[in-house]
């Protein structure tokens, strides 16, 4: 990191107290307890202090499910890698993405081998993502110096979210893919609460550096919900995919059983594939706009005794 990055964030955190504090927290976090470390932070992340003891929001009964909610299973349902695997038995593999391989570091790989467009993934973390779509241009150097440094990352550290701690960090080789007639490649995201679909959102427009990525909600009849959460909503008239009945099929099979999780789909060139399975959506650190839907998702999640 060069002295100008260094100084620009130097500047940032003096400007705003606030992300003063959650970087020292960050720094501190592994001699803090998870409880201890999510009430000081949650504040400063969301707005409101958390109760673990009466939590009645989304984003309180996700750091609750933190803490208290230790189903054995979620390690390898967020596993990149693992998680294939389980849900192509249920759902079918023609709806898992290919994987093309699999290494333990970045060194193992056979670079000569890649083919011409592919995609590289860490298992274990959010964002270590290298999408490459000409492999004669690929920034090899970039590439490695991104996907070392996920590898080393502690996910589950600073956000609290456990299953990330048991998942072995890998790294693995995925298809290229891209829808044919939009260009760009659209999640579907469906928030799930025993088993049951209640609204999803969909996340578009990820090409487009200079506008950036929206997220759209809408409930399970296709109407748009007046929801905005990390990114602003999209102007454009958003078409409801061809599967949207085998996503919502597969959404209830593959939350049965789990109090929340968010079940994700791509729509291909007509196509059907799963995404991931995410069971803290966003940590539980980002505010709703407006804040009533906070309390509105909170309801759906039925907590455990």
């Not at 044919?180 to 049951?196: I, S």
């Not at 409930?219 to 409801?240: C, G, P, T």
């Amino acid at each position: 990191m060069n002295y100008n990055v260094l100084l620009r964030k130097f500047s940032t955190m003096v400007r705003e107290p606030r992300t003063l504090l959650i970087k020292l927290l960050y720094l501190i976090s592994p001699i803090l307890g998870d409880k201890a470390y999510l009430k000081l932070l949650f504040p400063l992340k969301v707005g409101y202090k958390l109760s673990l003891r009466a939590p009645k929001t989304y984003n309180e009964k996700l750091q609750w499910l933190k803490i208290y909610y230790r189903n054995p299973d979620l390690p390898m349902m967020v596993d990149k890698f693992e998680a294939k695997k389980y849900v192509g038995n249920l759902i079918g593999e023609e709806y898992i993405i290919p994987t093309l391989g699999v290494w333990d570091c970045f060194e193992d790989i056979d670079l000569s081998s890649l083919p011409q467009q592919f995609v590289l993934k860490t298992t274990h973390d959010q964002g270590g993502v290298i999408i490459c779509k000409d492999r004669d241009r690929f920034d090899i150097a970039l590439a490695k110096k991104k996907i070392t440094s996920h590898l080393k990352r502690n996910f589950g550290r600073y956000s609290k979210e456990w299953p990330y701690k048991m998942v072995r960090p890998r790294v693995i080789l995925e298809e290229y893919m891209v829808d044919a007639k939009t260009g760009e490649l659209k999640d579907y995201k469906f928030f799930c609460f025993n088993g049951e679909p209640k609204l999803f959102y969909i996340a578009s427009n990820r090409q487009n550096k200079d506008e950036g990525l929206k997220f759209d909600y809408f409930d399970l009849n296709f109407n748009r919900l007046d929801i905005k959460q990390a990114y602003a909503n999209s102007d454009k008239v958003l078409e409801k995919p061809k599967s949207f009945d085998k996503m919502l099929e597969f959404s209830k099979m593959l939350s049965r059983n789990l109090p929340h999780v968010r079940v994700d789909f791509y729509e291909i060139n007509e196509r059907l594939f799963f995404g991931e399975l995410t069971f803290f959506h966003h940590s539980g650190f980002v505010p709703f706009y407006p804040a009533e839907w906070d309390y509105k998702l909170g309801d759906y999640i039925k907590l455990p005794k």
